[in-house]
C-alpha cells in the first residue's frame, strides 16, 4: 500500500493544507494501491510561491547548467527503471513489456532528446535591425493525463526545463505514482529548488487553480477536449498562453495496393497498444470496397492472436482499461455501434472469456460504419475500431478529414506517389507513413478540436519561451 499523501514543492515533501486523500487503484485487480492528497488551491498557492522565488535565477540559468540538469535526469531516470516499470503496470493495467518497452523509453526519451536540442538551440539572433531574444516565458502549469504516466509528463517537464521555466505540475490522479518518483529523480539531478513543484489532486480543484492562478504565465495541458475548453476559459481571465493536446479519431487509410494482412496487423495494433487508450490511435479503418472480403479475414485472423489479460503476467499485447468510469464509458460506445446498426465483426459488450475480475473491455471491431455514426466521429478511448468502406482515394481523403479532430493520420500502400498524395491531404498535426519509426524531434500536436500548439523537439521548447525584439543593442 502506497500511502504517499504529500506533495513536492520548493525542493522537498511537505503535508497537504487539507486532510482528503484519493484512492489509487490498480486497473487489473480493482484493489486500492494506496492514496494521494486531494490538494487544494492553498497547496497550489505555495507551490506557486516556490516558482516564482525560483524564477529569477532558473530562468537566467546557463544553456550548459540545463542541459547538465536534463542529463542527470535522465541518468537518475534509467536507475529507477525497474521502479518506474513497475509503478506503471500497477497503476496504469500496462502489461510490464509495454511498460517497459513504450511508456518508460518514451519518457526517458524526451530528456534525452531536450539536452541533444537545446545543444544548438539559439536563444538570441542578430537581425536586421533588432536583436531577436528567446527567454523563458515565466512560470508553467503542467496538467497531464493518466494514458500515458511518464512520457507527457516528461516531454512537459523536458521543455520547461530546456527553456528556464520553473513548473508546477498536476499528475493525473488515476496514475500519479510514476510522477512522484520523476519528483525525486529531477530533485537529486540537482535542479533548483522551487524550479519543479508537484501538486497532486482532482482537476477541479487542482487543475482549476493553476489553470486561472494569476501568477502562472502559462499552462500546458494534455487530456479532454472538454476539460481544455475549461483551461481556455479559467487562462483567458488572466490572457495566459495554453497549450492543449486533445483529442483525435485518427484515420488509417489504407491503399489498394497495401497487403491485407500486414494491414490487419497495423490496425490492430492500434486496437490493442495501450488498450485503445491512445489519442493517436487510428479508430477509423479506411478500407478499399473492393477488399472488404480479404480485409475482414485477416483481421478477424489478426485480432485472435493478440492476447489481453493479467498484465504482470508475459505474453499478454494489452491489460484492462484504467478505471471503472473508463470501462462503462467503453460499453456504452459499443452499445451504441450495435443500436446504429454496425456489423460487430469482433468483440462486443461485456468482460473478455475468463476475465471477470479487472476492468477489461472485449476487443471489438465494427464494420459496416458509416462516418456519421457515433463510434466514427466520437473520442471513445478504448480498445475499439470502425472500418469504413471507401471507392477511390479522394472519396477516402474526404471521410478521412469529416472530422472535427486532427491529431493524427495514417497511410499503409506501396505506391510513393499515392502516399505523398493522401499524406499531404490529411489534416492533421503528424502523419505516419508504413508504420514509420517515432521520431522525438518531430512536433507533435493536432489540427482543429484537437489542440493548439507543439511539443517535442525544438518546438517543445519553444512552447516555454516569449519572444522579445530588442532595436538599437550597442555593438
Known sequence: MRNQTQHFINGEWIDSTDSNTIDVINPATEEVIGHVSAGTKEDVDKAVSAAKQAFPSFSTSTKDERIQWLKAIAEGYKKRSKELIHVMTEELGAPLSVSEDVHFKMGLAHFNQAAEALETFSFSEEKDGHTLVKESIGISGLITPWNFPTNQTATKIAGAIAAGSPVVLKPAEKTPYAAMMLA????????????????????????????????????????????GEKIMQNASKTIKKVALELGGKSPLVILEDADMIDAAKTAASHMFFNTGQVCTAATRILVPKAKQDAF???????????????????????GPLVSKGQWDTVQSYIQKGIDEGATVLVGGTGKPDGLDTGYFAKPTVFSDVSNNMVIAQEEIFGPVLSIIYYNDVDHAIDIANDTVYGLAGYVFGQDPDKLRYVASRIRAGQITINNAQTDFNAPFGGYKQSGIGREWGEFGIEEYLEVKAVLGMPS
Not at 533548483?192 to 486561472?212: C, E, Q, R
Not at 475482414?296 to 494489452?318: I, L, Q, R
Request: no cysteine; glycine share 14%.
Open 184 to 227: 525525486d529523480i529531477i530533485h537529486e539531478a540537482g535542479v533548483p529548488k522551487g524550479a519543479f513543484n508537484l501538486v497532486n489532486g482532482t482537476g477541479d480543484v487542482v487543475g482549476d487553480a493553476i489553470s486561472s492562478h494569476p501568477d502562472i504565465d502559462f499552462v500546458s495541458f494534455t487530456g479532454s477536449g472538454a476539460v
Open 296 to 318: 475482414e479475414k485477416a483481421m478477424k485472423d489478426t485480432v485472435a492472436s493478440f492476447s489481453m489479460g493479467n498484465p504482470k503476467e508475459e505474453g499478454h499485447t494489452a
